[in-house]
T-cell receptor
Framework: AQTVTQSQPEMSVQEAETVTLSCTYD???????LFWYKQPPSRQMILVIR??????QNATENRFSVNFQKAAKSFSLKISDSQLGDAAMYFC??????????FGTGTRLTIIP | EPEVTQTPSHQVTQMGQEVILRCVPISNHLYFYWYRQILGQKVEFLVS????????KSEIFDDQFSVERPDGSNFTLKIRSTKLEDSAMYFCASSKLNTEAFFGQGTRLTVV
């Protein structure tokens, strides 16, 4: 069974600084998808970034980028120029095709003004 | 921008009552999902639905739960005889083939 592990329950960063959230996963598949979702206090799940495992290039979305290490089964999220609105729970997730998402336990990110 | 819509946003029900949570997925999506998040915990998969039938369900999704797509737009989750431990945020999500899932804003279910 697939598992997703987020080893940092909480992280904090100064506003405008850079922070990296860690995620590791386990799968026997070779082609799959990885995601980072943001959950603000409203509790809505918002997609931040997505990575296809067959792509060697790391995905980027404005201030958000990932470091995808397929052999190591590692998928970290880097947030540059952190803003107060980035404060939220961040969940790493895995899926194979259109099958279910398997989520990690989340990292609570605090932005220090 | 198309979005997944869930109603109600908050439902309070008596223990033992039946509840129906409603979702309108994005119109051209083919895959539909329900997830649950107990307060302070991670998001858990309940069930996936494709081509008018359940494609996968978790251990949580026992006989107490059922899903239905009664027409071309709605996707419902029914919970029969609710228990206190069913109190959670319930998320509906939908996706197209090999794309990311888009989530609704969630329904907070409180069983008293």
């Amino acid at each position: 069974a697939q598992t997703v592990t987020q080893s940092q329950p909480e992280m904090s960063v100064q506003e405008a600084e850079t922070v990296t959230l860690s995620c590791t996963y386990d799968t026997s598949e070779s082609d799959y998808y990885l995601f980072w979702y943001k959950q603000p206090p409203s509790r809505q799940m918002i997609l931040v970034i997505r990575q296809e495992a067959y792509k060697q290039q790391n995905a980027t979305e404005n201030r958000f980028s990932v470091n995808f290490q397929k052999a190591a089964k590692s998928f970290s999220l880097k947030i540059s120029d952190s803003q107060l609105g980035d404060a939220a729970m961040y969940f790493c997730a895995y899926s194979f095709g259109n099958e279910k998402l398997t989520f990690g336990t989340g990292t609570r990110l605090t932005i220090i003004p | 921008e198309p979005e997944v819509t869930q109603t109600p946003s908050h439902q309070v029900t008596q223990m033992g009552q039946e509840v129906i949570l409603r979702c309108v997925p994005i119109s051209n999506h083919l895959y539909f999902y329900w997830y649950r998040q107990i307060l302070g915990q991670k998001v858990e998969f309940l069930v996936s639905f494709y081509n008018n039938e359940i494609s996968e369900k978790s251990e949580i999704f026992d006989d107490q739960f059922s899903v239905e797509r009664p027409d071309g737009s709605n996707f419902t989750l029914k919970i029969r005889s609710t228990k206190l431990e069913d109190s959670a945020m319930y998320f509906c999500a939908s996706s197209k083939l090999n794309t990311e899932a888009f989530f609704g804003q969630g329904t907070r279910l409180t069983v008293v």
